[in-house]
Every structure is written in structure tokens, then in C-alpha cells.
């Protein structure tokens, strides 16, 4: 995971990190959907 991190790095300072960071949100608006439904489910 931290060479994947290295790679981006290297590809140009700000914009991997803006695009990393986007990713995450992505990642934790995927995730909040996930668990929504689950608690949905379960009623």
C-alpha cells in the first residue's frame, strides 16, 4: 500500500493527493450506503 502511495506521489504532488483524497470520500460514501441499507434490512 505505501509503494502504491509513492507511485502517486511521484505522478505530481497536489493533484494525487486531491485524487487520493476523493477516492477516500468515494470510499466512505460507498461504505455509509452499504451500512445504511444493512440497518435498513434488519427492521
Do not use: F, N, P, T
Amino acid at each position: 500500500m505505501s509503494s502504491q502511495g509513492r507511485a502517486s506521489q511521484r505522478g505530481g504532488g497536489g493533484g494525487g493527493l486531491s485524487r487520493m483524497v476523493r477516492e477516500q470520500k468515494a470510499r466512505m460514501y460507498i461504505i455509509r450506503r452499504c451500512v445504511v441499507m444493512l440497518l435498513c434490512w434488519h427492521d
